[in-house]
């Protein structure tokens, strides 16, 4: 078996929806165990000097990431950029379109909560006073605290999720487009959390061959606590498409206490670690 205890490729920081700063995760990694870490935030690696700091400090080695949104077929997905370098021009700038996509469907969102009769201003605010990288997530959290709802769940499910009210598409780059860039920064591409995407088993199949025929390199065959019962399905899908495995916790908040840092299973025999050939 391959162990991946110590090895974490999907973390993120209070820089896009986590809440905790770089420094704190990686304090919190040591003390988890995590050897092996990758900071991806999403489409943003404004984080990563930070985060290098403080694993420099504490000897733990920190992968480069980053966690870009795109299109397949109206499908939004989610494509993790290992090992990049945050000092690609073409990457930053790329990044810096993805934010300002960010920026203008949050404020359609917001606009639409005002139709609702919401505060849609204040919310705005709240959420632009909590983060220079606006995500739905901040913004759930910001109808929570001002009462509108009783859960972050709630705010998806009333306001915010796909064909509700407040909802707004996004405007992504095509996942080729994306998985290039990944590249051109010197990263390995590595498809996200592939179960998690609502597509029938043969839609899977498909997002996986125009993934790898893009240059897709690896699969994140586990995921946090929705890991175990896909392993072997994922895993079978990494080899058929000839993709390395990936393995990470998707890492947000330490009182998500069911999705702690680095606690995931085994890779099975007979599949490769992305981190294979990369001496962690």
């Known amino acids: 078996m391959n162990s991946v205890a110590t090895v974490d490729l999907h973390t993120h920081s209070l820089r896009s929806d986590g809440a ?8 919190l990694a040591v003390q ?22 403080a694993a420099d400090r504490t000897g733990l080695r920190l992968v480069p990431g980053v966690e870009i949104s795109a299109a397949w077929h109206f499908q939004t997905v989610h494509v993790l950029g290992l090992w990049i370098d945050p000092a690609s021009a073409r990457l930053r700038d790329a990044l810096g379109r993805q934010q300002e996509r960010r920026r203008i469907r949050m404020r359609k969102m917001c606009a639409s909560l005002s139709k609702a009769g919401l505060p849609g201003d204040s919310l705005l605010a709240t959420v632009e006073a909590n983060s220079t990288l606006p995500t739905r997530t901040h ?11 009783g859960k972050t769940e709630d705010a998806f499910r009333k306001y915010l999720g796909a064909g509700k009210r407040a909802h707004a598409p996004a405007d992504w780059p095509d996942l080729a487009q994306v998985v290039g860039l990944i590249r051109e920064a010197g990263g390995i591409a590595s498809l996200a ?30 995921t946090g606590a929705n890991g175990v019962q896909h392993l072997h399905a994922c895993a079978a899908l990494a080899v058929k498409f000839g993709l390395r495995a990936s393995v990470g916790s998707d890492f947000h908040n330490p009182q998500l206490t069911w999705n702690p840092l680095g606690r995931l299973a085994k890779l099975p025999d007979g599949i490769v670690p992305v981190w294979r050939d990369r001496n962690p």
């Not at 988890?32 to 700091?53: I, P």
């Open 20 to 27: 905790l700063t770089p420094a704190e995760l990686i304090e």
């Open 32 to 53: 988890a165990g995590v050897c092996v870490l990758a900071l991806t935030d999403h489409d943003t690696v404004a984080g990563l000097d930070e985060a290098q700091r």
């Open 139 to 149: 913004l759930a959290a910001a109808l929570v605290a001002a009462g509108h709802v």
């Open 193 to 222: 959390h592939p179960m998690r995407y609502s597509l029938s088993s043969g839609g899977r199949r498909r997002l996986l061959a125009d993934f790898a025929a893009a240059g897709g390199g690896a699969l994140e065959v586990l």
